[in-house]
């Protein structure tokens, strides 16, 4: 049972576009949210994180949106760069447990 | 600045030998956390500590799985009798008192052949 869903094992986009990768959570007593990147060979680094009390956060180029109604989260890189390829994680915990739960990963390239 | 540190980075083992891993975790971080990868997953919880306490464990760290952290700094993960099924990237993450991020280590890389 995945309670956090990445649809979308790839994304591929120009340099100085958009990126927008989405992740979608079943469990309801998720109340925090991350973002992390990866590198092959290397940990997964934090990006970005929301509460389930906002609806939106803001880091530079990173921002990502909760619509808690749907389920649903997104990341959006403004403007993507070549050094943005990597796999994107979205992970999720909740009430008293810190534990993250991870989706499967979504691989971003941005091609110059 | 010194992150999470694992090591090693990498380990290559025969089937049924024991290996051990060690973390270190950011400097005052009172969580720590071991999470497995494997190919095409993302990491998936295996157990954490809040100072000493091993407070949860999941259902995917068998009998064969031991992990500690005596004095509520380092932690050791430690599988006996190893399998191919443990061929993974290991990973470790501290939180600091208060916070909601976690912060990776770069993983000790197992290959049990």
């Known amino acids: 049972d995945q309670q956090v869903k990445q649809n979308s094992p790839s994304l591929s986009v120009q340099e100085g576009r958009i990126s927008i990768l989405n992740c979608d959570y079943t469990n309801s007593m998720f109340d925090y949210f991350l973002w992390y990147k990866k590198y092959p060979a290397e940990g997964p680094t934090f990006l970005i994180s929301?509460?389930?009390?906002?609806d939106k956060n803001e880091d530079g180029r990173f921002t990502v949106f909760l619509n808690k109604s749907a389920k649903h989260l997104s990341l959006h890189i403004v403007p993507s760069q070549p050094g943005d390829s990597a796999v994107y994680f979205c992970?999720?915990?909740?009430?008293?447990?810190?534990?993250?739960?991870f989706g499967k990963g979504t691989l971003l390239t941005v091609n110059p | 600045d010194t992150g999470v540190s694992q090591d090693p980075r990498h380990k290559i083992t025969k089937r049924g030998q024991n290996v051990t891993f060690r973390c270190d975790p950011i400097?005052?971080?009172?969580?720590l956390y071991w999470y497995r990868q494997t190919l095409g997953q993302g990491p998936e919880f295996l157990t954490y500590?809040?100072?000493?306490?091993?407070?949860?464990k999941s259902r995917l760290l068998s009998d064969r799985f031991s992990a500690e952290r005596p004095k509520g700094s380092f932690s050791t993960l430690e599988i006996q009798r190893t399998e191919q099924g443990d061929s993974a990237m290991y990973l470790c993450?501290?939180?600091?008192?208060?916070?909601?991020?976690?912060?990776f280590g770069p993983g000790t890389r197992l290959t049990v052949t």
């Open positions: 992970a999720a915990s909740g009430g008293s447990n810190y534990k993250l739960t």
């Open positions: 929301i509460s389930s009390i906002k």
């Open positions: 500590f809040q100072n000493e306490a091993q407070l949860e």
């Open positions: 400097s005052e971080h009172n969580r």
């Open positions: 993450a501290s939180e600091s008192r208060g916070g909601w991020e976690q912060y």
